[in-house]
């Protein structure tokens, strides 16, 4: 894992070093002023040519300015949720500065304003922030699929065919979790009824009351409701009915996205943190009991027994590339023709992709 180094001392170092190279033993006393951390001096580096300074000092510079040349602090902005989970690893070093937020709007002016590097959102608000900045984003990897579940006590609902004759309990009117719900049922031909609620905890409410019912929560409020009750289960899992009907496309919940500007500026940064969010991802899923507990510490959920048994359920992942693009982009789609203000009135373009070299 990369470490973040301050490039004023590397700076006066090399400085230091490259005047003992050129000057040999010369006495320093009374004759040499101190080395100033100033943009002259951070310059002298780059002034420096090789007709005078011998190779030892050479290699050094070079060294020097290849080790500083991303040595920046990235700051991450992430929501207390399922897509902080694969950050946790992270967190326990001081290679990043994180700020976790509980709902998106908090974390988008601080990407706006440039006081975020690098943030984990929703699918759709990644698209929204697009449009918005003109480009001014571009998305890096996407680090969770879906985390929605049809829960009932009903064990006879064994496909999607099963729900035209229940009523489905959700959140989410108007927004991703109806959408998502309606494009799996018209996808398998079902006409259901369905009745929306203002929150998660009231289609809890529903489902313990009534055990029968038949209710679509997102993580970890699905096994929430299950550890309250020991008659439900999960009866379908939508992200693997969502690729039922398209086997290159994926029911996407985060993602993660980069300033234009900062990926422009530090790509070597952005690189390695990639690398580190994949690596800190499947370090979640290997070690759930730990990360349970992390999640307890870091405020996601207060309970280690729920976030232990919700972590396999939250489908944690670190997918890059042209795979990110065709799953990405075909959810996108999904989305804008159910409504296109939901993804900020437009698809993004080409650009909004970023597809590593």
Avoid at 17 to 22: E, K, N, P, R, S
Avoid at 231 to 243: C, K, P
Avoid at 325 to 337: D, G, M, R
């Amino acid at each position: 894992m990369k470490k973040k180094i301050n490039k004023k001392v590397l700076v006066a170092g090399a400085i230091g070093l490259l005047m003992c190279a050129c000057t040999g033993n010369a006495s320093t006393e009374g004759t040499q002023a101190p080395v100033q951390e100033t943009e002259t001096a951070q310059q002298a580096v780059t002034d420096v040519t090789t007709e005078t300074i011998p190779t030892e000092a050479t290699e050094t510079v070079e060294a020097v300015a290849e080790i500083t040349e991303d040595s920046v602090m990235v700051r991450i902005g992430s929501l207390k949720g399922p897509t902080s989970i694969g950050l946790l690893e992270m967190m326990q070093t001081a290679d990043y500065e994180f700020t976790m937020e509980t709902q998106a709007d908090a974390l988008l002016p601080k990407m706006i304003s440039g006081d975020l590097d690098i943030a984990l959102v929703p699918a759709n608000v990644a698209s929204v922030l697009y449009n918005k900045t003109q480009g001014g984003v571009e998305v890096i990897d996407i680090n969770t699929l879906g985390v929605l579940y049809m829960v009932s006590g009903d064990a006879s609902i064994e496909s999607v065919a099963d729900l035209a004759d229940h009523t489905i309990y959700t959140t989410g009117k108007g927004t991703t979790p109806e959408f998502v719900l309606q494009h799996i049922l018209d996808g398998n031909g079902v006409v259901a009824e369905v009745e929306y609620k203002s929150e998660a905890t009231e289609v809890a409410a529903v489902l313990a009351e009534d055990p029968s019912a038949v209710g679509m929560l997102p993580q970890p409020f699905a096994t929430v409701a299950l550890k309250k009750n020991d008659s439900l289960q999960i009866v379908l899992d939508m992200t693997a009915e969502w690729e039922a009907l398209d086997a290159d496309s994926a029911l996407v919940t985060g993602v993660t996205i980069v300033r234009k500007d900062f990926l422009e500026q530090h790509p070597q940064a952005v690189a390695d943190f990639l690398a580190d969010h994949e690596n800190s991802s499947a370090y979640a899923k290997e070690n759930i009991a730990e990360t349970a507990n992390r999640m307890v510490a870091a405020g996601i959920l207060e309970n280690a027994a729920v976030a232990e048994a919700a972590i396999p359920y939250c489908n944690l992942t670190c997918i890059t590339g042209e795979e990110m693009k065709a799953k990405l982009s075909s959810y996108l789609e999904v989305l804008f023709a159910a409504d296109p203000a939901s993804v900020g009135g437009a698809l993004p373009e080409e650009a909004f992709y970023y597809i590593a070299e």
